[in-house]
């Protein structure tokens, strides 16, 4: 089976639908560990000020400060057990117990893989400091060559990533899928694809915005609500609607289904997505593929 892009951009939902009560088990520990028992423990311990509805440390006591700390660090723990559980239901065959969520082997490649590509990310960054400061200069004085200079490398960025972010994401489907740490490998596999996959990640970020934020916006429009669009638009925040709820001085049932909305649509969004990458690791090259591509025949002896 080839990649494909349109069985990429359908394939979570249909593993879904083949095992609905494991994907259920595990959408229920996301639910409970990453988005409820933060924001409960967090209000338990004090941390939570309600201003703005953002978190700060700002003037807490010593122990309040080191529990909310703790809290961040479990969420991240928390999203490494539901990356490696999610791998697990998409990319193999194996079954979700009733606690899918582990931390073990899996979870450790997926971290080590992250740790390499945001090593990789800052080297990379690094060497293209003394261009950015460069392009920031001649914005700063106004040069129009400077200002188009600037848009056209976004542009490229945007591309880049476009279509290296879905094959960086894919190496965590196949580090959980073939058992492995092998980053380059993994990266390479999904080279007679790269192109295609791309393009499907394209169309998923696209579907997860509008699932995630643009139907929510259009909701609390037709309900009469200001949505946080100041937030969404800006990037000033990783949960805009959770925020916008908690700073609502009287919530009535409209915000609240606002924000299940908008939670339901991230989830389908990530669904789509981790589909994509789940399909590419399913037709990625074997390693014994990507061996070949580096042996030649030896060339044919000559006499003089």
Not at 54 to 68: E, M, S
Not at 152 to 181: C, D, E, H, Q, Y
Not at 279 to 303: I, M, S, W
Request: proline share 5%.
């Amino acid at each position: 089976m080839a990649f494909s892009f349109w069985k990429a951009l359908g394939y979570g939902v249909k593993r879904v639908r083949e095992r609905p009560v494991e994907a259920a088990r595990i959408w229920a520990f996301d639910a409970a560990f990453i988005i409820v028992l933060p924001f409960v423990l967090l209000a338990v311990s004090g941390a939570w000020t309600g201003q703005g509805g953002r978190i700060t440390l700002d003037g807490l006591p010593p122990a309040q400060a080191f529990a909310a700390l703790a809290i961040f660090f479990s969420m991240s723990v928390f999203w490494l057990c539901s990356e490696g559980a999610w791998a697990r239901f998409l990319a193999t065959d194996e079954p979700a117990g009733i606690i899918p969520y582990r931390l073990g082997k899996d979870e450790l490649r997926i971290f080590g893989l992250l740790v390499a590509w945001s090593i990789l990310a800052i080297i990379i960054a690094f060497c293209m400091m003394m261009p950015i400061a460069l392009l920031a200069t001649m914005m700063a004085d106004g040069v129009v060559a400077g200002r188009a200079s600037a848009g056209f490398f976004a542009v490229l960025l945007m591309i880049a990533g476009m279509f290296i972010l879905p094959r960086v994401n894919t190496s965590l489907m196949l580090a959980v899928r073939r058992k492995a740490f092998n980053p380059m490998y993994h990266f390479s596999a999904t080279d007679p694809f790269w192109f295609r996959l791309g393009l499907a990640f394209g169309v998923g970020v696209v579907f997860a915005l509008l699932l995630a934020y643009a139907l929510p916006l259009f909701l609390a429009f037709v309900l009469g609500f200001d949505g946080p669009a100041r937030l969404v638009m800006g990037g000033q925040s990783m949960t805009p609607w959770a925020e916008w709820f908690a700073v609502q001085k009287s919530p009535q049932a409209g915000h609240a289904l606002i924000v299940l909305i908008a939670w339901l649509g991230s989830g389908a969004g990530m669904l789509v997505a981790r589909g994509i990458y789940a399909h590419a690791a399913l037709n990625a090259l074997e390693q014994h593929q990507l061996d070949a591509r580096h042996v030649y025949p030896a060339g044919e002896a000559t006499t003089g």
